[in-house]
């Protein structure tokens, strides 16, 4: 079959995300995009074999695509628009938790209405400068609690380390003194979080409520639970200086055209290749012959124990590699490594296996 492949050892990777759910308090699993390369389907029914009653999407669409495997709560994580019919009919919904992170958009969510009250967590903002409302404006909650079901704050702290805890530290009191609820943060981790919470119980005190948002971290967290491949297509002898591809670019020396699955629709070849980065350096490939000077970009497959280089920027749905005359090539149908960063690639099928000792 001529696909992509992710393959997962679903026992460790079970493992580990039992690991992680009992380690980070009140976790909450986020599923969005892409689905982390798993697909959001996937990634629900996980939420909800793991026993865990509340999950988060990216969008207000995305609802939609985790509810048949999961009937917990679902937070949308992307800021409520009441311009978005959508979101209007979503933060309706008795299941669904709205993230609100504007002023004006507080006071439309709480002018629709009715019963049973809109579910709402009110971002506060961080360092990240992306969403959320300013620690001197939070008191507005208490203007609409008649109206909103208030859930909690959110808080979506940076990925550095430098400084987070003390700005998590921050901003929760500042949220906490304009109301009391739940924190549900992002990116602190969990030993930090459990600490965070008795500090701000205070002395005696028993901790305030914490929930725990992460997404890489549970679903990527354990590589060794997976690898992914992609199947061998065609090979063609070549010889060096003939031409190739859609560019019609030269082969550098005598070898093998490999054409592999996987391209642009996978998320494959959509980075810069990596040139060299300055002209002297192009200098020096040029002079010691390699292919990067050829204009040639390395590609994530590998081959033969090495990763090889693209003919050409990948196409649509599958890829030309070269392979030197040196190296037998693989056989029609076998599968190669490829190397694919999950959270921007789509992979074809998902197969559960354990791998074999290799
Ligand atoms: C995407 C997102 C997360 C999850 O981020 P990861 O880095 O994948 O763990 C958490 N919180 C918010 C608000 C997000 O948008």
Do not use: C
Not at 321 to 348: H, N
């Amino acid at each position: 079959m001529a696909a992509v492949t992710l393959w997962l050892d679903r026992a460790r990777w079970r493992e580990h995300l039992d690991t992680v759910a009992r380690s980070a308090p009140g976790l909450v699993p986020v599923a969005k995009g892409n689905g982390y390369g798993f697909g959001l389907p996937r990634l629900a029914a996980e939420t909800a074999a793991l026993g865990l009653g509340t999950m988060a999407v990216g969008t207000p669409a995305e609802v939609a695509a985790v509810r048949p495997d999961f009937d917990g709560d679902v937070v949308v994580l992307q800021p409520y628009d009441p311009d978005d019919e959508l979101a209007v009919r979503m933060g309706r919904d008795p299941g669904v938790i709205s993230t609100v992170s504007r002023l004006g958009d507080l006071a439309r969510l709480a002018a629709t209405g009715g019963e049973p009250r809109p579910r709402v967590l009110v971002e506060v903002i961080t360092s990240m400068r992306r969403h959320g409302l300013r620690p001197e404006r939070l008191d507005v909650v208490g203007e609409h609690r008649e109206a909103v079901r208030f859930e909690g704050w959110t808080i979506h702290l940076p990925l550095l380390d430098e400084g987070r805890y003390a700005e998590a530290e921050r901003l929760s009191r500042a949220a906490l003194a304009a109301a009391p609820g739940p924190l549900w943060l992002s990116h602190l981790p969990p030993d930090e979080t459990v600490g965070l919470a008795r500090q701000l119980g205070g002395a005696g005190g028993s901790p305030v409520p914490v929930r725990l948002r992460m997404g890489t971290g549970l679903w990527l967290g354990h590589p060794g639970s997976r690898h992914t491949t992609a199947s061998v297509l065609d090979v063609h002898s070549i010889r060096r200086g003939e031409r190739a591809g859609y560019r019609q670019r030269r082969a550098p020396a005598d070898g093998w055209i490999v054409v592999v699955a996987g391209g642009t629709a996978h998320g494959i070849g959509l980075e810069a290749p990596t040139p060299a980065a300055s002209w002297r350096q192009r200098a020096i490939s040029m002079a010691t012959g390699s292919l990067e000077a050829a204009g040639l970009a390395l590609s994530p497959y590998t081959i033969a124990g090495k990763k090889r280089w693209f003919v050409e920027p990948p196409h649509m749905q599958s890829s030309l590699v070269f392979l030197p005359a040196s190296v037998s090539p693989p056989p029609i149908g076998s599968e190669v490594p490829v190397e694919l960063r999950l959270t921007t690639a789509t992979v074809d099928r998902l197969i559960e296996a354990t791998p074999s000792a290799q």
